[in-house]
Nanobody
Framework: QVQLVESGGGLVQAGGSLRLSCAAS????????MGWFRQAPGKEREFVAA????????YYADSVKGRFTISRDNAKNTVYLQMNSLKPEDTAVYYC????????????????WGQGTQVTVSS
């Protein structure tokens, strides 16, 4: 079992930056592939970024590639999402998720979820 708590969301103007953090409980954080997903009002939850257990490989949705960076610090049991050049269409609730797989971009393959953090980008 792992519990996830996101932080770092907020209101930012278009073109600005935010850094999301996801703190995980437990001593087996490095055993989980980690990912970020988001859900905008009236839309389905979508994949944003993922990182393998060791942090050696990362994956991004085309919509955020080149603007967002996922990273993890296994010593701190934390995964991050650095978001730059934010756009109004990035407005959503952002969720951190963990999978027992090496990595996944699919929400249904994630066994554990955080409660979400709101990101609002104004134009």
């Amino acid at each position: 079992q792992v519990q996830l708590v996101e932080s770092g969301g907020g209101l930012v103007q278009a073109g600005g930056s935010l850094r999301l953090s996801c703190a995980a409980s437990g001593r087996t954080f490095s055993s989980y592939g980690m990912g970020w997903f988001r859900q905008a009002p009236g839309k389905e939850r979508e994949f944003v970024a993922a990182i393998t257990r060791s942090g050696g490989s990362t994956y991004y949705a085309d919509s955020v590639k080149g603007r967002f960076t996922i990273s993890r610090d296994n010593a701190k049991n934390t995964v991050y999402l650095q978001m730059n050049s934010l756009k109004p269409e990035d407005t959503a609730v952002y969720y951190c998720a963990a999978t027992r797989r090496l990595v996944t971009t699919k929400s249904y393959e994630c066994e554990f979820w955080g409660q979400g953090t709101q990101v609002t980008v104004s134009s």
